[in-house]
């Protein structure tokens, strides 16, 4: 059974740091690319960061220079580091996959929801004092 799991949310106060971790199980990560998504009430979900197969990194603006994705391929696990956070962070945040490995034409494309085939329950990231 394929499946994603995200874990390591919770409340952090403002220019805090936070590692997500997001974990496969019934497939190896290292052929897919992965990608970070939120949600915040009342928004639609937007796409953060992403890294295909081959290691290229995609970001949004508004995460470039604070947050980053690593793999760990023996663990079938990749992380997001989320440093300088800031209130409007605040969301739900879901790890997908990307079956077919992730040749994005560009950042807009790499971010786009509709590129993932598999994607977690979602993990809550609170920033607030």
């Known amino acids: 059974q394929v499946q994603l799991v995200e874990s390591g949310g919770g409340l952090v106060q403002p220019g805090g740091s936070l590692r997500l971790s997001c974990t496969a199980s019934?497939?190896?990560?290292?052929?897919?690319?992965i990608g970070w998504f939120r949600q915040a009430p009342g928004k639609e979900r937007e796409g953060v960061i992403c890294m295909s197969s081959d290691g290229t990194t995609y970001y949004s603006d508004s995460v470039k220079g604070r947050f980053g994705i690593s793999r760990d391929n023996a663990k079938n696990t990749v992380y997001l580091q989320m440093n300088r956070l800031k209130p409007e962070d605040t969301a739900i945040y879901y790890c997908?996959?990307?079956?077919?490995?992730?040749?994005?034409?560009?950042?807009?494309?790499?971010?786009?929801?509709?590129?993932?085939?598999?994607w977690g329950q979602g993990t809550q990231v609170t920033v607030s004092s």
């Open positions: 997908a996959a990307d079956t077919e490995g992730g040749y994005y034409s560009d950042f807009i494309q790499a971010l786009n929801e509709y590129e993932y085939d598999y």
């Open positions: 019934g497939f190896t990560l290292d052929y897919y690319a």
